[in-house]
């Protein structure tokens, strides 16, 4: 009688205890977040305050953690305005143990560059157009290529015979790994979209990012 009692309590938390968690055609389905919008890129800005929204690109670009290393200006030669460009050094990505760090979106993008050493750059072009301008954000992703992982001591003392030129302490500390180069990943979509809605949200409803026409 105990052993049976056992299993008849047994089948009613399997079977009744858990009937109230299953999806019924009359119950409503579950919702899933909405999907964050996407814009154009390029994306139209109706604005003719090139000063201002020069000042508010730089903005956005230091804050997402990129370092400038040329900035051409959107600039006027006689009657006919000239395209402006914004190019940054490389940005070594943040990790999952960096939190308050920007330049990678969470989820993947953050564990990628914890597991591998990724960096980022990014290209801004300003663009003239019939009331006001097209902003294009390109950011390339891009994976450090390594003549052996890091804290391997395999291979330490045996001589390349691929034809490779390595100077060792050029990119690398002595013992470590040596920087042989950067091999491109493509470009980030994500933080792109980070970038035009950074942008969007600091420009506000003077001068609306909208979709290019």
Aim: hydrophobic share 40%; glycine share 10%.
């Amino acid at each position: 009688m105990e052993r049976r009692g056992f299993l008849g309590l047994a089948g009613w938390v399997v079977l009744g205890g858990c009937a109230p968690l299953a999806w019924t055609p009359s119950a409503p389905a579950p919702s899933l977040p909405a999907p964050a919008p996407t814009l154009e890129n390029p994306a139209f800005v109706a604005t003719y305050d090139r000063e201002f929204l020069w000042n508010e690109l730089v903005a956005t670009v230091e804050q997402l953690g990129f370092r400038i290393e040329r900035e051409d200006r959107v600039r006027q030669v006689g009657d006919v305005l000239v395209e402006g460009r914004i190019d940054t050094f490389p940005a070594d990505s943040p990790t999952l143990l960096e939190p308050w760090r920007r330049g990678a979106p969470a989820g993947y993008e953050r564990l990628e560059s914890t597991l591998q050493s990724i960096r980022r750059r990014a290209s801004v072009r300003v663009i003239p157009a019939a009331g006001g301008f097209l902003i294009e954000a390109v950011i390339l992703k891009e994976l450090e290529d390594v003549n052996r992982p890091e804290r391997s001591t395999v291979g330490e003392a045996t001589f390349r015979h691929d034809g490779a030129l390595v100077r060792p302490g050029e990119t690398a500390e002595l013992g470590g790994p040596i920087t042989l180069g950067w091999i491109p990943l493509g470009r980030d979509i994500l933080l792109e979209q980070e970038f035009l809605l950074e942008v969007q949200s600091r420009l506000g409803g003077a001068a609306p990012l909208l979709s290019s026409p």
